[in-house]
């Protein structure tokens, strides 16, 4: 093995030790056959190269252009779409453009649940019948490097190259968005019940306030949870060294250990601070906004000392069955109308240049709403670490909320 080869292979076992294995028992898996695989396919597992399925390989093949198929998947966030009754509109119109039906999955609450989920599958250039799939950019990164999604073709997507907004078009880890498309961008918050709080929260400090002891909800998502920590201590996340990240999980394991932090959630945060069972939360733009509205002693604010920003994109995985026709969809969806009808119910910051101007004149409201059209000053992005960093990074913080 090269050196090159080997310090691939070294970097990609990193990135799985985030998921909770150390080095020694993924080896020692890989060598007796735990994993079910061979090591030259636990190495593609790994991402580590041999040229099997998604095995690590960036493909710099585009997807071939094709037939519209007659069904699609889709695997994406719960409440993460249109929704009209039982019906999503987005999807029924795609449906009528193209007659494509599209089977809607619900399935990520978090993304290194999904990443295991899927991870198995990916290695071995099988989508698991999934067509697209939403994840953090973050994430995104990685599905790419490890060659887990498709190059896309973007002479088959008009609508998003001429419509992507400038802001989230270049990424440093996919610079032309060839791997990947913003489905949309977000801010992470602190949501609060006030009739239980006694008042308003207005730092992240506040959650560490022991009047608060059992009541508290951070997020699984670890560049939300302790970016939003560093801010409140006067740290640039995205400046932070390795020390002061440490720091900031060391907080939040002690106060997880001691009780203040009832736990750590995905999605399900919604239904926790309805009930009253958590009422002092890190939580997510859009979802602030629904809950203001099925209770009106739910209030939101953006945290004092800045707030941490997120975009979630779309990408094809290897293997899917209908590459070209999920291109289309990404397509459609840049269609600042349609980009307009989704933002307009998930409450999220639309990548589409031209949905605001839509909604301006249907729903002002909506588009004069700064959650969803915010201002930016006070956001901050997280740093980049090397794989090596991310992987302690990533472990410390597993372990700092129990997983």
């Not at 291109?327 to 605001?356: C, L, R, S, T």
């Amino acid at each position: 093995m090269s050196d090159a080869s080997r310090r691939e292979m070294d970097e990609l076992i990193e990135e799985l030790m985030a998921s909770g294995l150390n080095r020694r028992t993924l080896l020692k898996r890989a060598g007796a056959g735990a994993l079910g695989l061979s090591f030259a396919g636990f190495l593609a597992a790994c991402g580590g190269g041999n040229g099997i399925g998604g095995g690590g390989k960036v493909d710099t093949t585009a997807i071939p252009k094709g037939q519209i198929a007659k069904t699609m998947t889709f695997s994406n966030w719960p409440l993460y779409i249109d929704v009209k009754g039982k019906r999503h509109p987005t999807l029924d119109d795609f449906q009528k453009k193209y007659g494509t039906k599209v089977k809607y999955i619900e399935e990520i609450n978090d993304n290194v649940e999904f990443f295991g989920k899927v991870r198995q599958q990916y290695a071995q250039g099988q989508s698991g019948g999934r067509d697209l799939h939403v994840v953090t950019d973050w994430m995104a990164s990685r599905m790419k490097r490890l060659g887990y999604v498709q190059k896309l073709d973007k002479s088959a997507m008009p609508n998003v190259v001429n419509n992507i907004e400038p802001a989230v078009a270049h990424p440093d880890f996919d610079p032309n968005r060839e791997y990947s498309v913003p489905w949309q961008s977000g801010q992470v918050l602190l949501i609060y019940r006030k009739d239980k709080t006694g008042g308003d929260l207005t730092s992240v400090n506040d959650l560490f306030d022991p009047k608060f002891k059992g009541k508290v909800t951070m997020l699984t998502e670890m560049r939300d949870t302790v970016g939003s920590v560093l801010l409140a201590s006067g740290v640039d996340p995205e400046k932070a060294s390795l020390d002061q990240v440490m720091q900031a999980i060391d907080k939040i394991e002690k106060a997880s250990n001691d009780g203040q932090i009832r736990k750590f959630t995905g999605n399900e945060y919604t239904h926790d601070i309805l009930a009253g069972d958590s009422t002092a939360i890190l939580g997510w733009s859009g979802d602030a906004v629904q809950l203001t509205a099925d209770n009106k002693n739910v209030k939101y604010k953006q945290p004092e000392g800045g707030f941490m920003v997120f975009t979630d994109s779309m990408q094809v995985p290897v293997g899917a069955p209908h590459a070209y026709t999920a291109e289309k969809f990404m397509d459609f969806v840049y269609d600042p109308k349609i980009a307009a009808q989704i933002a307009a119910y998930v409450n999220y910051v639309p990548p589409v240049k031209g949905a605001k101007d839509v909604l301006l004149k249907s729903q002002p409201e909506v588009a004069n709403n700064p959650l969803i059209f915010p201002d930016l000053t006070n956001a901050h992005n997280f740093k980049t670490f090397s794989p090596a960093d991310e992987a302690k990074i990533d472990a410390a913080f597993q372990r700092a909320i129990g997983t």
